[in-house]
């Protein structure tokens, strides 16, 4: 009689799957089958899944698994918080009502869950469990069509609570946590790129090295939780870590930033505590890193975004230049770090050090033919400089001399106003010539230190200072006089 009545209403092909369902129920969900056949005789259509027996737990995991995306592409998006959902669902909502089948599942079903979550539990956690099991009773009803409604009523969600103070690292807290040698340094270059650069912690554990263009010091995000790709330069002194930190590490595994075991840091259940126990072993003591209460949240990995937020709008950065680096879509999100970036502007506190200065291990070794600052180009002979330092101050360090202030007599003579009027590129000046090498002694950038002549081991080493015979050069500076007639070189 049933297989008639389907076949006569056009759900020929239903028929024989609802009968054996009918067969094989027991007296709890025959009645729910008997019902599906006589809405489906009716026109009230049950839907794709014609799944009467589907339980909330097989749905909800048909939904974060991404099986629901894949078959409704169109309606469902691919979730990129999925595991979080999963385990608000196996923690919260699965032992309250995992077996109660999604055709009754009811507002009291959903209020028991509520009332079963912990009192410590915040709002906003409280929030997005009750979002969870809103969104997955929405999808059962469209496209899945399981339901013909939504049990749960507008006004069902939690109202958001006041907003809790939030921390971020200064500048100093920063260093101390870099140069601590004693923790794992997968994490603290993990922990630094993302102060430095405001990427989401999502975005950081899935970067591979194909993201990265270390050549020109560029990234690229194609997937975010935004679903805008976005690219930026990268600050420099996180380029030369990382370019110091894939030669060292010479990692075999695609991701760019996994834990001492090779896991990614998305896998560690406990990655806040992690770094709050990370920073009192570095020897950070501000106790508002580490307070909870109603009104404040310990620092959490997250807290590194607002570090590189507050910093950057305190150091002057536009917003645009924020938002290029964090994927925000709207002024609202960047302007609530607009207070915090006031106190530190100031309080002067600064900004962070370049990454690879911070990092001990990645810090550029000086000196005695080993690398410098300007990595593998200074190594082969390159006379390139670092583009931290101004380029007088770079090229006076380059050849051993320490930069210094004009002398007094130099103002008396009209040289340091001579010279500051002289074209932006123009800076030199041609000392006296050494009798032995037939080199001239060479002056770079205002803060030069008039030096006394060298002896001729020192010409021969290839220094750029000069001896000669001349008391006066070429480029309109004196050098400092000497009996014999010798001249002082300017280094």
Not at 161 to 179: C, H, I, N, T, V
Request: glycine residues 10%; charged residues 30%.
């Amino acid at each position: 009689m049933l297989a008639k009545q389907l076949t006569e209403a056009g759900h020929a092909s239903l028929a024989l799957p609802l009968l054996e369902r009918a067969a094989a129920a027991d007296e709890r969900v025959l009645p729910v089958v008997l019902e599906a056949a006589r809405r489906l005789c009716s026109g009230q259509a049950i839907g794709p899944l014609a799944r009467t027996d589907m339980t909330f737990r097989d749905f909800g995991k048909q939904w974060t698994s991404g099986a629901l995306h894949r078959r409704w592409p169109d309606q469902v998006r691919k979730k990129k918080s999925a595991k979080d959902d999963r385990q608000r669902f196996e923690k919260h909502v699965y032992p309250i009502v995992g077996d109660v089948l999604v055709i009754e599942f009811s507002l009291d079903h959903a209020d028991a869950v509520m009332a079963s979550l912990p009192s410590s539990l915040s709002q906003a956690s409280r929030r997005q469990v009750a979002q969870a099991m809103n969104r997955l009773l929405s999808l059962a009803v469209y496209p899945a069509r399981v339901i013909e409604r939504n049990p749960l009523p507008r006004g069902f969600l939690p109202k958001l609570g006041a907003r809790k103070a939030l921390s971020f690292l200064y500048p100093q807290e920063d260093a101390q946590l870099m140069a601590a040698t004693h923790i794992p340094l997968e994490q603290r270059i993990f922990w630094g790129v993302l102060a430095r650069e405001g990427m989401r912690f999502g975005e950081a554990t899935a970067m591979v090295w194909s993201d990265l263009d270390l050549l020109r010091g560029a990234v690229r995000l194609d997937e975010n939780k935004t679903d805008d790709p976005r690219a930026w330069a990268l600050d420099p002194g996180v380029v030369r870590a990382l370019a110091r930190y894939e030669q060292l590490l010479q990692p075999g595994d695609e991701l760019v930033f996994t834990d001492p075991d090779g896991r990614s840091f998305s896998e560690d259940q406990h990655v806040a505590q992690t770094f709050r126990d990370a920073l009192q072993a570095a020897g950070v003591r501000r106790p508002e890193l580490f307070e909870r209460s109603s009104r404040r949240l310990p620092i959490r990995v997250h807290d590194l975004r607002a570090t590189f937020i507050t910093l950057a709008l305190a150091n002057g950065k536009t917003e645009t230049w924020v938002a290029d680096r964090t994927g925000h879509r709207s002024s609202v999100m960047i302007n609530r770090y607009r207070r915090a970036a006031r106190r530190v502007s100031e309080l002067g506190l600064g900004t962070l050090i370049p990454l690879d200065e911070a990092i001990p291990e990645l810090r550029p070794r000086r000196g005695n033919g080993q690398e410098t600052a300007t990595g593998s180009a200074a190594a082969s002979g390159s006379k390139r400089v670092s583009r931290r330092l101004p380029n007088h101050v770079a090229l006076v360090a380059e050849a051993g001399l320490e930069p210094a202030l004009p002398r007094k007599a130099d103002f008396e003579s009209g040289w340091w106003r001579r010279e500051r009027q002289r074209p932006a590129g123009s800076w030199g000046f041609q000392g006296a010539r050494c009798a032995r090498s037939g080199r001239r002694g060479r002056f770079r950038g205002p803060f030069g230190r008039f030096r006394d002549p060298p002896t001729a081991a020192d010409c021969d080493a290839g220094h750029r200072c000069g001896r000669g015979d001349a008391g006066r050069g070429s480029g309109g500076g004196e050098g400092r006089q000497r009996g014999g007639g010798e001249a002082a070189g300017v280094g």
